[in-house]
């Protein structure tokens, strides 16, 4: 029997379990996200724990990413301005390269991926940036020495001891220092920093003690624009011949294609393992095995991956969205197979082939200028419908928002013009609860301010942990639903009363996520037996002067 330790309380021998694996239990069936069902991947160990990004990259298999990290001064004030520093870690997922033979990478070949932008007055001492961008010799001779002896994807990698030796003995690499970037837009900087709400870092509690909160984001091609036909049938390929693509030796655990394409992504075990030891330190755990007894679906694994105890996955700097991305290929991939499958895809297809590329180039020019006289050639139009059709489906596409407008649309036809217009932006950095999200050990019942973590400790944990931020600020969200406006989401009905605006008819929401990468609702309130505007502005009114 395989249980995870963090799940046990030794002193009353009971365990915790989340509501699946119970049910499945019940039915005397084996719970899909149990360690039994391959699904262990192993606690970091020590020689891997702490690396930086320049580090991580220096000993992965794969190259599978470039980054941009942009730093700016935590505070306007000019006096404190060196104090402390945050940052935004800025993800460009790309081709895979092929599996390493030899490792560590050249330290020359980090400028290639990683690029530093320092946004204020003057440029930051090494010292300062020392906890994120160094490159530590001993460090990363340690980490291969243990992946070497321990992890199944690094028994045949050659260490060169002889390129170790040349490493950094704990210093910044001159090939990232030299090519950092300096913009003197402190007014660009104070717009990024403004909000809704107040959000900033107490100058009185900065910490000093060189920990700089790096944002995650990406650069992710939402509308599929990059897929081509080529991937389409690779990935329709990979498909039907699965067990072709999977052996039972562990000579042949990871798959290198021959075919002219990156590092194999579909149905390969190994695939996220070789991207990240630090998350998956023995080689084992990766998503679509085969011989997992029970099925487990790529998005429902890397759901378990974001919500795993120790919270390794959310706080890697790529980890999301590299993963993202390739949910949003596949997606696209598997919709435009499907499109072509249709019977009167033929014809449509002989129309759209019909196509001159002069005619796109003057589509594009009057899409870009906003202008729809281009709807006026059929063969056009039809393009768009068949693009519209795929992308719609796929996760934050242009195409998808539209869907969006069109639920609205529906929503005022069905119920009439709606009410109320709300905002609601929780200030996670300050909110105990996202700390308590988070893994601070708090207790909410008996908490004074001096039991919080200072502001800039709060802004590293908010920074690292946008799981746990996601999910208080959909506790909050969904607390307020139901107790302030008294809404059932489950019936999506009105509780019997209402709440402070009545009984509600009905709602729509969409989530955004502000510059600087908080989360917020746009939500509209339909009233049941509401009044005309000017009504309800009266009563309003009245209602204010009453109290006040």
Known sequence: MLLCRKGIHLETLNAQLCRPCYTDLLGNKQPSLSLSNLMWIGDIPEALKDLTLPEQKLIALYRHSSCVIKLCSITSDASLAQSALKGNVITFPQNLSDIAKQLPLSVDELHHTIKIIFVGKT?????????????????????????????????????????????????????????????????????????????????????????????MSALIDTNATSISSKDIRHNLKLRTNITNEITNTDDNIYVVPHEPYPVNEYFNTSFLPGLYPTLFPF????????????????????????????????????????????????????????????????????????????????????????????????????LLKQLKTVSGSVMGSNQSRSNYRVELHSQIFFSGLPNIFITINPCDLHHPLAMKFAGVDLDI???????????????????????????????????????????????????????????????????????????????????????????????????????Y
């Not at 990024?192 to 509690?205: A, F, K, L, Q, T």
């Not at 301010?449 to 600020?473: D, M, T």
Request: charged share 20%.
């Open 123 to 215: 440029i930051p001492s090494k010292d300062q940036l020392r906890s994120i961008l160094t490159v530590r010799r001993e460090k990363i001779r340690t980490a291969l020495i243990w992946l070497h002896r321990n992890n199944i994807l690094y028994n045949n990698i050659d260490i060169n001891h002889l390129l170790i030796d040349t490493l950094p003995t704990n210093e910044i690499p001159d090939c990232l220092w030299n090519t950092m970037s300096f913009l003197n837009q402190t007014e660009t900087s104070d717009m990024e920093r403004s909000g809704y709400v107040n959000n900033d870092i107490n100058p009185n509690e900065l910490c000093l003690n060189g920990v700089v909160p790096l944002n």
């Open 283 to 382: 080689g084992v755990g990766g998503v679509e095995n085969e011989r997992r007894p029970v099925r487990v679906s790529y998005a429902k694994h890397i759901r378990y991956f974001l919500s795993y105890h120790d919270h390794r996955f959310e706080m890697n700097a790529s980890f999301i969205f590299v993963t993202f991305n390739i949910l949003q290929r596949r997606t696209a991939c598997t919709k435009s197979r499907l499109l072509v499958s249709r019977p009167y895809f033929s014809s449509q297809a002989n129309e759209i082939n019909q196509l001159t590329a002069k005619e796109v180039k003057i589509a594009l020019d009057q899409i870009e200028s906003n202008s729809n006289i281009y709807t006026l050639n059929p063969r056009l139009s039809l």
């Open 445 to 547: 019942d008996n908490l004074t301010p001096e039991l919080l973590p200072k502001s800039h400790e709060r802004a590293a944990i908010v920074a690292s942990h946008p799981v746990a931020i996601a999910r208080f600020f959909n506790k909050l969200i969904t607390t307020v639903l139901s107790t302030l406006i008294n809404y059932n989401i489950n019936k999506h009905e009105s509780n019997p009363g209402g709440g402070v605006l009545g009984e509600i008819e009905a709602y729509y929401g969409t989530v955004e996520e502000s510059g600087r990468g908080a989360l917020h609702l746009h939500m509209l309130l339909w009233l049941a037996n509401s009044k005309d505007p000017h009504e309800l502005r009266e009563l309003i009114s009245d209602d204010v002067s009453q109290k």
